[in-house]
């Protein structure tokens, strides 16, 4: 799907994404500190449950678990030799899982590292442009760049992706309340380097709740000529001790709240938590 064609989708409904991988995962036995990309890959039939399940509940567009499936991430799990395998496996497997129910978005995140200090704006485009030919070769039809840290590794992705094909690229950065990320990137202002950068849709992810980011999100939409995404957590989780996180906000809260989003201007939305989506839909 290019950019063009996504925008035209867009313009026609509220989009509906799945909701969270890692921490669903960890629910169905997955370690910590684990390769959440070869868990996955070795156990397919969790990720069927996970995302026929994101499906049913109206997800337009399911994530193929390729989120930390670059040479550096895969690295720190002494896994660059399966870099491919993984990258085109996870995806032929989201898209039987789909089979045309949903679309399957190629999932790319950060590297960890950070530019200039740990490396050069060229060496992060190459790492970035080795996963996303493998994810356009294997027919995903957009793809998400989410819990990103920084504007430049969102501008990376999209110089990456604009090399390799034309299809629609979304990216999503991780903030706090203020719509700070980590590294001081301030997401209003993000979006409109995005935008001209031709992100087909800018918006936020993790991190805080839906409860916090509504005049994030209006303000967000003040500068916007793209859709504007939210997929927050359902709260700020807690950890037990194994690591694990969990998260307090219940269902309905959620969904109110996500409604509240979508008022104000999220034209993308996700964290599915409950059975009908249609909930948040404006009236």
């Known amino acids: 799907m290019t950019r063009e064609e996504f925008l035209e989708l867009a313009k026609k409904e509220i989009i509906i994404l799945d909701g969270a991988t890692g921490s669903n995962l960890q629910k169905m036995g997955m370690p910590t500190g684990v390769s959440t990309e070869l868990w996955a890959y070795e156990h397919p039939e969790c990720i069927k449950k996970l995302q026929n399940d994101f499906i049913e509940a109206g997800s337009q567009i399911i994530y193929a678990p390729t989120f930390g499936c670059n040479r550096i991430s895969l690295a720190v799990h002494g896994l660059t030799d399966r870099l491919e395998e ?36 060229e060496e992060l485009v190459d790492v970035y442009k080795e996963q996303i030919q493998l994810l356009v070769d294997e027919g995903v039809d957009v793809l998400v760049a989410e819990t990103l840290l920084s504007l430049n590794d969102a501008v990376a992705i999209l110089d990456a992706a604009k090399s390799i094909s034309d299809i629609a690229v979304l990216c ?26 031709g992100a087909a849709a800018v918006g936020v992810n993790c991190s805080v709740g839906p409860d916090q980011l509504e005049n994030l999100i209006k303000n967000m939409k003040e500068v916007a000529q793209i859709p504007i995404i939210a997929k927050p957590n359902a709260g700020l989780p807690t950890f037990d001790d194994k690591g694990n996180a969990h998260y307090d906000m219940k269902a309905e809260e959620f969904a109110k709240s996500m409604k509240k989003l979508v008022d104000a201007g999220a034209g993308i939305v996700g964290g599915l938590l409950w059975n009908n989506p249609q909930n948040i839909l404006p009236v």
């Open 86 to 121: 993984l990258n085109r496996e996870c995806v032929r497997l989201s898209k039987r899982i789909s089979g045309g129910r949903a679309y399957v978005a190629g999932d790319i995140s950060t590297t960890g590292k950070i530019l200039d200090l740990d490396i050069s704006y």
């Open 172 to 197: 999503s950065i991780t903030v706090n309340a203020n719509g700070l990320s980590l590294y001081g990137t301030n997401v209003v202002d993000a979006v409109k380097t995005l935008q001209e950068k």
